[in-house]
């Protein structure tokens, strides 16, 4: 099994945990798969899903190849995608950030919450303008929002509980 192999198995894993999880994160009421306001999210879990379930079948297809692409793959004595550990250690870092922001996003409210995650996102990717990256999180985050609230209509808390109470 090939590393592109791994790590499509380990999306799918993590799409099978994000179906689970985004019912049990909004609260209108709706349970059924692409209704309310998990009409979003699950849409975009789907098309994450079914392009990773057609990108492994494709990989698992026998491939002939060319005699140009035989010598390529022989120069390079790596015709696999190389997962080294720092590769690895983004993929817990995310994973673990997308975690912490779907369980607290009720609790901190989305603007909150998704301007905490694209910080830190921005950050770990080697943001080194503090301001700037405070203010872009921020300044998307709020877009997005209005964009949910007014343009989809989904119902969801824009800052803390306790601060609107």
């Not at 080697?126 to 209005?146: C, D, E, K, M, Q």
Request: proline residues 4%; hydrophobic residues 55%.
């Amino acid at each position: 099994m090939t590393n592109r192999q791994i790590i499509s198995i380990v999306i799918l894993l993590l799409c099978g945990v994000a179906f689970y999880a985004i019912p049990t994160q909004t609260e209108d009421g709706e349970n059924a798969f692409l209704s309310g306001a998990s009409l979003l999210p699950d849409l975009a879990v789907s098309l994450i899903f079914v392009f990773t379930v057609l990108e492994l079948a494709f990989s698992l297809l026998p491939h002939r190849r060319s005699p140009a692409d035989a010598a390529i793959s022989a120069d390079r004595k790596k015709a696999d995608v190389v997962v080294g550990r720092n590769q690895f250690n983004g993929v817990i870092i995310v994973a673990g950030l997308l975690a912490v922001y779907a369980f607290f996003m009720l609790q901190a409210g989305y603007v909150v919450s998704s301007a905490l995650l694209l910080t830190t996102l921005m950050v770990c990717a080697g943001g080194r303008r503090p301001v700037l990256i405070v203010s872009i999180a921020i300044i998307l985050s709020t877009i997005l929002f209005v964009g949910l609230r007014f343009g989809f209509g989904t119902n969801i808390n824009a800052l803390p509980v306790l601060w609107l109470k």
